[in-house]
Every structure is written in C-alpha cells, then in structure tokens.
C-alpha cells in the first residue's frame, strides 16, 4: 500500500505546526509568562527552544520519514535486529489516546466559550458572575459532554477524508485564519490605552522581577515550557515525517516549524498583556486567564462581544489543529499496527475517543470527589501523567534511539537529518547530542517527577 503524502510543503508545515500550536501556547504561555516575570522568561524559553525542542523535533521526523510508518513500525523498521525500540511505539499510542482523554474537553471550552460570545452570554454579565458562568459550564455534564463530542466528530470528520482531501486542505485553512485573527487581535490590543505598559512587562527583560520570582524557577519554567510546546515524546509529531518528501532538510523544516509555533505563542502574549494592563487586570492569574480573566477585559471593551467571540474562534483553531493532528496519528497507528482501512480506524478511533474522554467530563461534576494521583482531579491525573512522564521518557527515547550506537545511530539519524536542500546540522553536534541534551531532558523528567 502506498504512503499518502501532502500535497505541497506549505501543507506539511502548517500542519505539523498546527500539531505544535495548541493550547499550550495560548493558554499556558502567557500566564506561565506572567507567573515568572515576563520578559526574562521569554528570553529563556526561545534559548531553551534552540537547545532543546528543534534538536528532538528532528529526531521525531526523522525517524517517520525514514521508516515512512508511524511510530511502531517505524522503530521496527530502523532498529537493529533483536532490539526492543518498537515497544516504546506501544507508549507513545497510549500517550495519544490519554493526551486526547482531555485534550477534547479543554477544546470543548474554547468551542463552547465561542459560541457563549457569539450569542451575547456575556453581555451585561457583572464582573463578580463572570467566574459563575465557568463554574456552571464544568458543573453542566450534559453541555460539556456535548461539546467535547462535537469536538471529537469534528476532529474524525476531517481525518476520515485522509492526508490531501481532509487533513492538509482543512487545517491549511483554518491555520491561515488562526494567523490572520492573532495579528488583528494583537493589532487591536496595542491601540489599548495602557498597552505600552503591558507590552514593557511581557518583552523587556526586568531581572528584578525574575529574581522576585526566583531565577532558578524562572529557567526550569522556560525550559519546560519551551519543550512541552512542541509536543515531543509520543510520536504527534513523527507521523508527519512519514508523510514527508525528501526535499527539504529536517534541519530546516524544523526551525520552520518551531517560528510558527513561537509566532503564535508570542503574539498571543501580545493579546493578552497590553489588554490586562488597559484593564488594571493582573497578569498572573494563572490558568483562569482565559475563561474568567480575559472575559471581564472583553466585557469592559468597547465591541467587547465581537473581540471575545473572535479571540475564542482563534482558540478554538488552536486547539481543533492539534486535535486533528494526534487523531491523524491514532488512526494511522491503527492503519499500520492492525491493518485496518482508514473509515474502519476512523470509525473504531470515534468510539474509543468518546468514551475514553466521557471521565474528563465527569471529573468537574459527577465524579467531582475522584481524585486518581494524590489530590488530582481526572484531568489534572490525566495530564500529568502525560506531560510530566510520558513526554519528557518518550523525547529521551527517541533521542538515544537516533544518537546512540545502540539505536538506529547518529550517523544514519544525521544523513535523514541532512537529505534535501536547506540547513543542516553539523556532525559536530554529535557530542551535545550524546551527552549533554540527554541531562537536560533528566532534568525536566525528574523535576517534573518530583
């Protein structure tokens, strides 16, 4: 059978940086950035992105677009004789499917909080109910089941139509949308009365702030944040290499893909900031950034309705490309892994989601009282186990899968790497990557651990 493959390169990178932008940049970025002191962070963050997430991204799309398989067959097909490296595909099909458990619901918020703004919810809304109508949406199970449904239909609709047809021609434009709306929304942020302000806090480096804050939490924070962004560890991102031609440089298509990603997390900054400060609203509010903070900065706007329900359209884009992306690599698992044909895989991937996502749902309102690691609701278990394990072992795998003379190997992994026109990488990085980039991923691990 042959491999599909995107139609042009345009395709391949806006959504492989899809699958990068999320959640993660719009939501977590600029609070963890205002957490930690603004600016100083921001500098880490992009030295820790250079260091440590475009080194890993090459490593996971070398080894698609080497095997030209997803994960499982694709160790198998690098792997030398004998050796277990295909197990750790296994783990990264596990990782999938618990990031989706509640993955969907989140970008079932952003979708139900579009549709709140598009219909007037919020108007005249008092700024001490705007927490209530968050609090009654995760306390509803009927209407939080809805939209994470709606999310995953949505989700398995455009995956079911394959690479061309479906994934590549609709998330192609919807990033194009996602990119035009950041750039209004922050063009219309900085006309805000207090903008200069906030756009000072969030870029220019102040070390009185980051030392406040503690300097060394402010580099593990960076570090972090600047590896858990693009999503590395449980193959989302190997899948695409599959789809690849050998035209371009991994090199080059990686730095490519991660100026897309800082892009959006950047400008996103540049929304949320200048806003906070016009509005007096303080800017490390921590995750209710976006559900209570932001509301009560759009309702005392003027044409407040209309910036909230695009700002919310922009997050939903946001979410749904990531969405699709990990569905993609599901159904392609499965397609590999058990021989099904993609409406069979799409179909069984639909069953399993809705189902495997229904205790994410549950764990704000009828399983309120479950708490599965330590104090832990559903979501907040669900997600440490991925992000803080599953993540961080699965980057560490494929990096000495692809350096070590144990793996595939440093020298086939760079010659994948280097096939095509662009930027290469040096062999001279071979002792960095062997020695060096291994601790620095430990270190996220245990911290992450701990």
Same mark, same amino acid.
């Given at each position: 059978?042959?491999?599909?493959s995107?139609?042009?390169r345009?395709?391949f990178?806006?959504v492989?940086?899809?699958?990068?932008i999320? @959640?993660?940049?719009?939501?977590?970025?600029?609070?963890?950035t205002? &957490?930690?002191?603004?600016g100083?962070?921001?500098?880490?963050?992009?030295?820790?992105?250079?260091?440590?997430? @475009?080194?890993?991204l090459?490593?996971?799309?070398?080894v698609?677009?080497?095997?030209? &398989?997803?994960a499982?067959?694709g160790?198998a097909?690098?792997e030398?004789?004998?050796?277990k490296w295909?197990v750790?595909?296994?783990?990264?099909?596990?990782?999938?499917?618990?990031?989706?458990?509640?993955?969907?619901?989140?970008?079932?918020?952003?979708l139900n909080?579009?549709v709140?703004?598009?219909t007037?919810?919020f108007n005249?809304?008092?700024?001490?109910?705007?927490?209530?109508?968050f609090g009654?949406?995760?306390?509803n199970?009927?209407?939080?089941a809805a939209y994470?449904a709606v999310?995953?239909?949505l989700?398995?609709?455009?995956?079911? *139509?394959?690479?061309?047809?479906?994934?590549?021609?609709?998330?192609?434009?919807?990033?194009?949308?996602?990119?035009?709306?950041i750039? *209004?929304?922050?063009v219309?942020s900085?006309?805000?009365?207090?903008?200069?302000?906030?756009?000072r806090?969030?870029?220019?480096?102040?070390?009185?702030?980051?030392?406040?804050?503690?300097?060394?939490?402010?580099?593990?924070?960076a570090?972090?944040q600047?590896f858990?962004?693009l999503?590395?560890?449980?193959?989302?991102m190997e899948?695409?290499?599959?789809?690849? $031609?050998?035209?371009?440089?991994?090199?080059?298509?990686? @730095?490519r893909?991660?100026?897309?990603d800082?892009?959006?997390a950047l400008?996103?900054?540049?929304?949320?900031?200048?806003?906070?400060?016009?509005?007096?609203?303080?800017?490390?509010?921590?995750p209710a950034?976006?559900?209570?903070t932001?509301? &009560?900065v759009f309702?005392?706007?003027a044409?407040?309705?209309?910036?909230?329900?695009?700002?919310?359209?922009?997050?939903?884009?946001?979410s749904?490309s990531?969405?699709?992306?990990?569905f993609?690599?599901?159904?392609a698992?499965?397609?590999?892994?058990?021989?099904?044909?993609?409406?069979?895989?799409?179909?069984?991937?639909?069953?399993?989601?809705?189902?495997?996502?229904?205790?994410?749902?549950f764990g704000?309102?009828?399983w309120?009282n479950?708490?599965?690691?330590?104090?832990?609701d559903?979501?907040?278990?669900?997600?440490? @186990?991925?992000?803080? *394990?599953?993540l961080p072992?699965?980057?560490?795998?494929?990096l000495?899968?692809?350096? $070590?003379?144990w793996?595939?190997?440093?020298?086939k992994?760079?010659?994948?790497?280097?096939?095509g026109?662009?930027?290469?990488?040096?062999?001279?990085?071979?002792?960095?990557?062997?020695?060096?980039?291994p601790?620095?991923?430990l270190?996220i691990?245990?911290?992450?651990?701990?």
């Amino acid at each position: 059978m042959n491999r599909e493959s995107f139609a042009s390169r345009l395709g391949f990178l806006l959504v492989s940086a899809g699958c990068a932008i999320g @959640i993660g940049n719009v939501w977590k970025f600029p609070y963890i950035t205002g &957490q930690y002191g603004g600016g100083v962070f921001v500098l880490f963050y992009l030295l820790f992105l250079i260091l440590m997430g @475009i080194p890993v991204l090459t490593m996971e799309l070398a080894v698609g677009r080497g095997s030209r &398989q997803s994960a499982v067959k694709g160790y198998a097909a690098l792997e030398p004789k004998g050796s277990k490296w295909h197990v750790h595909g296994w783990f990264c099909l596990v990782g999938c499917y618990l990031l989706m458990m509640y993955y969907t619901t989140v970008s079932g918020w952003m979708l139900n909080y579009f549709v709140k703004f598009l219909t007037g919810s919020f108007n005249g809304v008092a700024e001490d109910a705007v927490a209530g109508v968050f609090g009654g949406m995760l306390a509803n199970t009927g209407e939080m089941a809805a939209y994470m449904a709606v999310t995953v239909l949505l989700g398995i609709l455009v995956c079911s *139509l394959g690479i061309q047809k479906g994934i590549e021609k609709i998330t192609t434009v919807m990033m194009v949308c996602l990119l035009a709306l950041i750039v *209004l929304l922050a063009v219309h942020s900085l006309t805000l009365s207090g903008a200069a302000k906030g756009v000072r806090f969030y870029l220019l480096p102040d070390f009185s702030r980051a030392k406040a804050a503690g300097l060394g939490k402010v580099i593990t924070a960076a570090m972090n944040q600047s590896f858990f962004t693009l999503s590395l560890g449980i193959s989302s991102m190997e899948i695409f290499g599959s789809y690849m $031609t050998k035209d371009f440089t991994l090199g080059g298509e990686s @730095i490519r893909i991660c100026a897309l990603d800082t892009f959006v997390a950047l400008v996103a900054g540049l929304i949320i900031f200048p806003a906070c400060f016009s509005y007096s609203v303080e800017p490390d509010a921590g995750p209710a950034l976006i559900f209570i903070t932001l509301p &009560q900065v759009f309702n005392h706007m003027a044409g407040g309705q209309v910036w909230g329900t695009l700002f919310f359209l922009f997050m939903t884009f946001a979410s749904l490309s990531t969405v699709i992306a990990v569905f993609e690599n599901l159904i392609a698992m499965c397609i590999d892994c058990f021989g099904w044909d993609r409406r069979k895989s799409s179909v069984i991937n639909l069953i399993v989601l809705l189902v495997g996502s229904l205790p994410c749902v549950f764990g704000y309102n009828i399983w309120s009282n479950v708490h599965l690691i330590g104090a832990r609701d559903v979501l907040d278990s669900e997600d440490f @186990i991925v992000s803080n *394990l599953l993540l961080p072992t699965g980057a560490l795998v494929f990096l000495l899968f692809c350096v $070590t003379k144990w793996g595939w190997g440093f020298d086939k992994y760079l010659a994948e790497v280097n096939e095509g026109r662009g930027t290469k990488l040096s062999p001279a990085l071979k002792p960095y990557f062997q020695f060096i980039l291994p601790v620095l991923i430990l270190v996220i691990l245990i911290q992450g651990l701990l």
